[in-house]
């Protein structure tokens, strides 16, 4: 009798209450470390009174402790994906004893799997209309509109009551769309997507391995994949934030204009030409790049695209001079200092939780080559550019088959695009890994609607369901499957590590 109640406590509170904490704490992080982040610099600004302040950073605490916000959607996942299971394996065990049936019929460890897989698919579907449950305005709020810095007015308004939030959305016009999930469930599903692959990868090795056909080059295959989803994944997410902006998250799109520090006079430039607003030879509607001459003292007529065919390599390079090989170099360094300056703190922040001159020397050496993975992918697509439009472009291709206009309207553009990605080679072979499992998601949403009516949710709930179920049943059966970073926080949200 009292060995009972406490095996019943001990499968509570390791099999359930510990993943659902992990969870909910991972998830709570994760919303509200970058909102502090952001915070510590509106401490700084001096329009705002120490109470507003204060009601902002507890708006901040607060608003992730709702029921229906990523934290207690995380939490509650976990205990589906944990309790469900142990309750429909109970279930199943005692039908069987009623009706006299064995386990022969159904080999335990595969029954055990799929009402694995059902219930985290059953927990996942549930927890996805949670999360959806929260409407959100259509429009942005004044803080993306003020780089990341919210108004006055926005901030009383939010702060008017500890839900501020709720307060705010009140004052604004609810959007009946849906989308807000998109990017989570993309995410799921590139990683589900990557298991399905890794299994029958390893099927595949194990077959040709005991016929001994297995061979060099197949066992490269990965690494080369890996690298070739990031080359493609890259080129697809240049050429959106290139022509179609509004496919990429805000804060993504943000980032690689930061990366790029390009004048943004001259990407308006290509994407009027891609709309064909302007016409080399033929007067133009409104002027695009005669200001940025002026600016950078370049004769005005550079910019004048009915007198100057094609637009001269030198406007691209922004000041750099008109040699391209030097305006590449020239890129490179500056791109390796913006990622370093950034990179650096961060690498040797993490590694000072044990300190020890070795785990800061491959900080260092980590860090490092990541700003050389950027430098060269930002100085390869700028070369690119000059080479298709300029160098060898027109000496490969005939000026009456291939024009310049065609060169600026797109193809100079598609060159840097297809050409940029292969600097991931610098990188080691887990970060490529890493790196292209994250810009997938982000290059498959280029071809959705960020936006859609909610009628066509379920497509959405249907995809998140099935990939959350691929996942998480992996990291219970066979966590090996999943790789890099995301393997180890579920193996240890789970305590599979």
Known sequence: MDRMPRRRMKICDSRVLKPTLRAFALGYLTTTGPRIISFLRILRRKDLSTETKIRYLASILAGSLRWNRFPAFCALLAAGSTLLPLLLNKIVSTAFNLHGCTNQVFPAVKLSRFLRFVAIFTSAWACFRLINSR?????????????????????????????????????????????????LTLFAMVRAVDVLACISWSHWKRYR????????IESIMPQLSDTGLFAATAALVMWAWFYLPERLPFSYGRWISEAAQIDHRLIEALRSARRGEWTYGRPKSKLVL??????????????????????????????CGPNCEVHAIWRFAKSFKFVLTTDLPIQLLLRSRSPSLQGYLGAVKASLRSSAFLGLFVSIFYYSVCLARTRLGPKIFARDKVTPMMWDSGLCVAAGCMMCGWSIFVESAKKRQEIALFVAPRAIATFLPRRYERKYLWREQLVFSLSTAVVLSCVQSDPKKIRGVLGRILGQVFGKT
């Open 290 to 319: 005669e200001p940025m001459c002026e600016d950078y003292g370049w004769p005005r007529v550079w910019g004048d695209t009915s007198q100057t065919v094609p637009i001269p390599c030198e406007l691209v390079h922004m000041g």
């Open 209 to 216: 391995r005991a016929r001994k056909r297995f061979t060099r």
């Open 135 to 183: 409407r959100r305005p259509e429009s942005k709020p004044n803080s993306i509109r003020n780089g990341g810095f919210p108004a006055r007015k926005e901030i009383e308004a939010k702060t008017s009551s500890l839900g501020g939030s709720d307060s705010l959305s009140r004052a604004t016009d609810r959007s009946e769309l849906a989308g807000r999930t998109l990017d």
